[in-house]
């Protein structure tokens, strides 16, 4: 799926309407360059889930996790950025892939630093800048 966005609230929009078709071991795996909208992208997402609190990006942290409910289920959602880090090995040290699992949804920017350790099973979410404030956003399913 392509869809091209206009502002950043319509980011946001599509990045909600994809959190409908999430489920608990889901992972969106975030592509793009610097100030492209990942973190913008993850804030929808957050607020399609009902994640009532502020998501800001973990730059520094590496990861921010938020307990919510997914169909009355306690799940986590981990919102990962991984641009401080080099590559999967630092990724491998954080201790990191145990996020991986049914008790929560993962969500990771900088993916294409630790692309031979990603789950073959996720979703890829390609984020090109096309002017100020406009995107073209490539939403991938692989199985």
Do not use: C
């Amino acid at each position: 799926m392509e869809v091209k966005t206009n502002s950043p609230k319509e980011t946001k929009k599509v990045a909600e309407k994809l959190a409908k078709d999430l489920a608990a071991g889901s992972v969106v795996a975030l592509f793009g360059d610097l100030g492209a909208g990942k973190t913008v992208f993850v804030q929808g997402l957050a607020k399609g889930l009902g994640i009532k609190r502020r998501v800001i990006s973990p730059t520094y942290v590496f990861m921010r996790s938020y307990p919510f409910l997914h169909h009355k289920k306690p799940l986590t959602f981990y919102h990962i950025d991984l641009y401080r880090g080099q590559d999967s090995g630092d990724f491998r040290n954080l201790g990191l892939e145990e996020v991986f699992s049914e008790e929560g949804i993962v969500v990771l920017e900088w993916a294409e630093k630790i692309r031979d350790v990603l789950p073959k099973k996720r979703i890829d979410v390609i984020i090109n800048v096309t002017g100020e404030k406009n995107r073209k956003i490539s939403i991938k399913n692989r199985k």
